[in-house]
């Protein structure tokens, strides 16, 4: 936990644990194969039967093949890029960040019924409530530990965004030193979002820890600049990255370089 609020950012050591199958040989079914795995020191891509044990059902709940930007139950809604997702502590409620149509759309996993509870289609930066706040390209959204707050990264803004899932109140958690925010992760205190970006060199290219009831904005890992490089603190540098996940005792963290394929 120490580690991960960056309170001592130096402390904290990056390493590289899958490498891109592309770039070795290991591609297609090849991944499968014994050498491909020891290779790697992980499983490249373990098959559908490493995955599942049995058959799972799987069934489509809203949305169509076709592009858009609609409301509906199941296939009469429309999505054009879908990011992320987080479920709300009712159990039965999915928000969704749709990228290029600057909303959040909530699903109803009872009914499949799809509405826009965020966002008017119009990039903005606009604190409101419901559909009088207004995103630009959000992507990463987490949600704490109590349920009460849901966390966007306001992707193009280079802003996180704080939505109250009592009043659908939607208000600004941080402004300033941060890249371009894909993904984030909660610590198990709750205390904190662990967060990775896209870049640019400078603010991005950084793992940074956002203080959940301040904003306050800590560097934990990253030099800035875009490499692949393990080592600790300020000494690593990473690539765009994609996906973020903390391990239940807060000890560790990994990230997905979506650009060359890394965690």
């Known amino acids: 936990p120490a580690a991960m609020t960056a309170t001592t950012p130096d402390k904290v050591h990056v390493s590289t644990l899958g ?13 499968n194969s014994a050498a491909c795995k020891g290779a790697e020191g992980v499983t490249c891509h ?19 093949e076709s592009a858009g930007s ?31 149509t600057h909303r959040i759309s909530a699903l109803n ?9 965020f966002g008017d ?3 903005g930066e606009a604190d409101g409530v419901g559909t009088a706040a207004t995103f630009d390209n959000p992507i990463g959204i987490i949600v704490t530990l109590d349920g009460k707050t849901v966390i ?10 704080s939505i109250d899932t009592e009043t659908n109140a939607v208000s600004t958690l941080v402004t300033t030193g941060l890249g371009y925010v894909t993904d ?14 896209w870049g640019p060199e400078g603010d991005g290219f950084k793992v940074s820890s956002i203080a959940i009831a301040t904003g306050a904005v800590t560097s934990v890992a990253g030099s800035g600049t875009e490499a692949t490089t393990d080592g600790t603190g300020a000494a690593a540098s990473f690539r765009p990255c994609m996906g973020m996940a903390v391990t239940p ?8 370089q979506w650009s060359d394929g890394q965690i």
């Open 19 to 31: 490498k891109n199958p592309w770039t070795t040989g290991c591609t297609g079914w090849a991944m």
């Open 46 to 64: 373990g098959g559908l039967d490493d995955i599942w044990d049995a058959p799972a059902a799987v069934k489509s709940l809203a949305g169509t």
């Open 70 to 100: 609609s409301d509906g139950v199941g296939t009469y809604a429309k999505f054009t890029l879908l990011r992320k997702s987080v479920m709300l502590h009712d159990g039965q409620t999915l928000w969704m960040t749709d990228q290029h």
């Open 109 to 117: 996993l009872i009914t499949n019924e799809v509405t826009t509870a």
């Open 121 to 123: 289609g119009s990039r």
């Open 152 to 161: 966007v990264a306001d992707h193009s803004r280079k802003k996180i965004r």
């Open 184 to 197: 984030m992760a909660i610590t198990p205190d709750g205390n904190s979002a662990i967060s990775c970006d």
């Open 249 to 256: 005792d807060g000890t560790d963290a990994y990230m997905t």
